[in-house]
């Protein structure tokens, strides 16, 4: 499995980003995999955002939720995470996340960068 991310960028304290990102794999079934995201900011571990359990179950982290939402298009094989309200401790790389086949993978990040 493949992960492509994008979206990241530099915005103001209170703005708003969208994050894509498109999985991609021979013998990928989409809809039997979980897909979401997690960051890692500068001196710190990688932390959950956002996860998709392919079950009908979103889970977010506590520092995200309210703010940020987690979407899926199974056809299209991508995930999406919307951050609103931003705030400068969401600064970090924010990674895309599968699990297949109880197989993890990683997309190779995207920068959030949030002024204040």
């Known amino acids: 499995v493949q992960l492509q991310a994008s979206g990241g960028g530099l915005v103001q304290a209170g703005g708003s980003l969208r994050l894509s990102c498109v999985a991609s794999?021979?013998?990928?079934?989409?809809?039997?995999?979980?897909l979401g995201w997690y960051r890692q900011a500068p001196g710190k571990q990688r932390e959950l955002v956002a996860l998709?359990?392919?079950?009908?179950?979103?889970s977010y982290g506590d520092s995200v939720k309210g703010r940020f939402t987690l979407s899926r298009d199974n056809a299209k094989n991508m995930v999406y995470l919307q951050l609103n309200s931003l705030k400068p401790e969401g600064t970090a790389v924010y990674y895309c996340h599968a699990v297949y086949l109880l197989r993890t993978y990683w997309g190779q990040g995207t920068q959030v960068t949030v002024s204040s």
């Open positions: 998709d359990d392919s079950a009908g179950t979103i």
């Open positions: 794999g021979n013998t990928l079934s989409i809809k039997n995999t979980a």
